[in-house]
């Protein structure tokens, strides 16, 4: 059973685990025109309400795609305000250097950006701390599948989202397709669940909800 929000002493320094390996895949993706076909995805737990199955990351060759504009704010209505949106990549552990404030999401800038034709956009945030309490991913735990989730990019386009599936895993087996920059085209929302330890500062496992492309931009 999830133990949450607990309001951890500090955020959790190792929200997103990447893997070095996976951080490496993902630089080489924005080097060349391919995107190297990732690793067969563990078993995940599933939640109550869960799709059957999240989109996924297909393999094979993405063709270059054109410059996006990057992600500033993410809103659901009816259960997440806009909330900021700062782009980041991987710290020296391996980790996705997530902002430390849960009041602030990181983009996985090495990913795909909204409107892209291929790839995910990775957005994810920490739960809670104590100094500042829950943040607004909390609400991830209680958003149900159908719910419409927008991203307002920096040109002010706002690119719609439909949430279709939830996964847990442990952090340690998050998949490395999520920081895909190849496959069919989604989004996809990380934050803490599971049981706190508090001696290392953590939760045990991530939340992962799915989107699938609604419609065309809007500004």
């Known amino acids: 059973?999830?133990?949450?929000?607990?309001?951890?002493?500090?955020?959790?320094?190792?929200?997103?685990?990447?893997?070095?390996?996976a951080v490496a895949t993902a630089v080489v993706a924005c080097l060349f025109p391919f995107f190297p076909p990732p690793g067969r995805a563990p078993d995940a737990g599933t939640l109550p309400g869960s799709a059957a199955a999240p989109p996924a990351a297909a393999t094979g060759t993405a063709a270059r795609t054109p410059a996006y504009s990057p992600p500033v704010s993410l809103a659901v209505p009816g259960h997440l305000r806009g909330t900021p949106v700062d782009p980041v990549t991987a710290d020296a552990t391996g980790a996705m250097a997530v902002p430390e404030s849960p009041e602030r999401l990181g983009w996985w800038a090495l990913g795909a950006p909204p409107g892209a034709a291929r790839g995910t956009v990775l957005l994810a945030g920490h739960l809670d701390s104590a100094g500042e309490g829950a943040g607004p991913f909390e609400a991830l735990h209680d958003v149900p599948l159908g719910t419409r989730a927008q991203v307002t990019a920096a040109d002010g386009t706002r690119h719609t989202y439909r949430i279709v599936a939830r996964r847990t895993h442990p952090k340690k087996a998050l998949p490395t397709d999520l920081f895909s920059t190849g496959g069919t085209p989604r989004l996809v929302l990380v934050t803490c669940t599971g049981d706190f330890d508090p001696d290392a500062h953590a939760y045990a496992d991530n939340l992962v909800l799915y989107g699938e492309p609604d419609g065309p931009p809007r500004r």
């Open 1 to 21: 059973m999830d133990a949450w929000p607990r309001h951890a002493p500090g955020p959790d320094r190792t929200l997103v685990r990447t893997g070095l390996a």
